[in-house]
């Protein structure tokens, strides 16, 4: 029996020769659908003009949910602190926490969100990136915003992402639970949770250390088509291996006649090693032994495959072999 949490974050990937349109009404039964197998949490990442990823504010995706559901957690992972005023994303927020008692975590990230550094100086009104003190600065406001001034009642529960050791500090400073993204930079995560847990101070969010790990899971009835799905994402990161950060979502068929290079795949290779792709009993293995290794309290699952149906099929897969399908 697997004995801790799974929860889902949602990157929204919109296949070429699909539109936006049809990702983002893809929200609601996606949410419906985990929440009927019994995920914990659904979070929603913040990304701007990108051709792979839709453009969707995480609290509009997280109140669309929240209003179709009943009973899973939504929110963010993340919203990301630079690109918003502290008091807004306070306001947002603690109002939808107020409107879902006890459903909404606000998870809160540093990068831009985009590779566009136009796109990015537009989101912060033309300023350049955050420093480390502007972005501590930012997160102990929203903090601040959510009991002082917003303070509905109900709060959101606060996470700070973290892919770096410098994330984790910050996280362990102010109390915070932590969420690793081990699905970008799985070669830090160990760093990560050693900086965080030996650093870690109590506050009113959090009494003792709390991580959730986040990994890319990829299920399928048999290896090759979990490889066939997953073939999308590694066009994606080849594309960002050689610098380029205007890669498309291709279609399975399009990835899977895609020219990798020996390189290419070899890095690929060593990625989705780290990560959890294949058939049930693989993709639940890799689970159970990332959990071991990091002592994790929470797993969330990002699965990259456009297709609604083959998404959904990949998260019912993974809970019908762990035998925890009952409701949150």
Known sequence: ?????????????VQTGTRALDTLRDTAPFAQELERLGYHRIWYAEHHHSPAIGA??????????????SVIRLGSGGVLAPNHAPITLAEQFGTLAGLHQDRIDVGVGRGPGTFDEATARALRRGAGPATDAEY???????????????????????????????????AAELGLSV???????????????????????????CAQPRVLV???????????????????????????????????????AAAAAHPFTAGERQALAGFRAQQAVGTPETVVHRLSRLAAETGADELMLTTPVHD???????????KEYTGTTTAP
């Open 1 to 13: 029996m697997f004995d801790i949490p799974l929860s889902a974050l949602e990157v929204a990937m």
């Open 56 to 69: 969707f504010p995480p609290v509009v995706l997280a109140a669309h949910a929240a209003a179709t559901t």
């Open 136 to 170: 501590r600065d930012d997160v102990a406001a929203v903090l601040s915003y959510l009991v002082h001034e917003v303070a509905l009642g109900p709060l959101p529960e606060p996470w700070l992402l973290a892919s770096s050791p410098a994330g984790a500090a910050l």
């Open 179 to 205: 969420a690793v993204a081990h699905h970008i930079r799985p070669e830090n995560t160990h760093a990560v949770l050693d900086r965080y847990r030996s650093a870690f101070t109590p506050s009113r969010w």
């Open 214 to 252: 986040c990994v890319e899971a990829v299920c399928a009835e048999t290896e090759e088509e979990a490889a066939w799905r997953v073939g999308p994402m590694d066009v994606v990161k080849a594309g960002l291996l050689k610098g380029l950060s205007e890669t498309p979502f291709p279609t399975p």
């Open 308 to 318: 609604l149906r083959d998404r959904i099929r990949s998260y019912e897969l993974i």
